[in-house]
């Protein structure tokens, strides 16, 4: 049932935000200095590398997409049809992180993601889905959908700089 999928999503998202900016705002209070600036930056590091590294995978192996991709009718399943073991969305999330994301390192994550992007035009897919044997289905979006995801991110965006700035 799709309804309890999006609630399930939604209220992990809802939580793990509430957490960070709990955490946040402890720490604001209590730890000035620089430790406070590289808590700042680390910990929403932590949340997001958690968040590919263990919820991906159990959302591809239990529905076969991620918030992102449902938004964007895409899913991601073997070759056959069948949706991804958690073993192997595992290590196609990790896949992704280490050469599609570059382990989010500043510069290695930009020569990634334009080496990613190269691989995907040349060849059809990605390197990730090719090593692994998934294919991608992506079914036709609206305007509409893509406008709202886009406000959606937006809004998430301005949210989390108004909780930086208040707590900086």
């Not at 709990?22 to 406070?36: I, T």
């Not at 192996?61 to 192997?88: A, C, D, H, I, Q």
């Not at 570059?102 to 994550?109: D, K, M, T």
């Amino acid at each position: 049932n799709h309804s309890i999928q999006v609630l399930f999503i939604l209220i992990y998202f809802l939580t793990s935000e509430l957490v960070t900016y709990l955490y946040l705002s402890q720490v604001g209070e209590s730890d000035p200095g620089m430790a406070r600036y590289i808590f700042l930056i680390l910990i929403p590091i932590l949340i997001v590398i958690s968040r590919f590294v263990l919820i991906e995978p159990y959302l591809l192996s239990r529905w076969g997409t991620t918030p992102g991709k449902y938004f964007f009718k895409m899913s991601v399943r073997k070759k056959n049809g069948e949706k991804l073991t958690f073993k192997e969305a595992l290590g196609r999330t990790l896949r992704v992180v280490i050469y599609g994301e570059g382990l989010y390192i500043s510069i290695f994550h930009l020569i990634a993601m334009g080496y990613s992007y190269y691989y995907l035009v040349e060849n059809g897919e990605t390197f990730w889905d090719k090593k692994g044997g998934f294919s991608v289905e992506c079914k036709d979006v609206s305007g509409w959908r893509v406008f709202m995801v886009f406000f959606a991110i937006l809004m998430v965006a301005f949210i989390f700089m108004g909780l930086f700035f208040r707590i900086v």
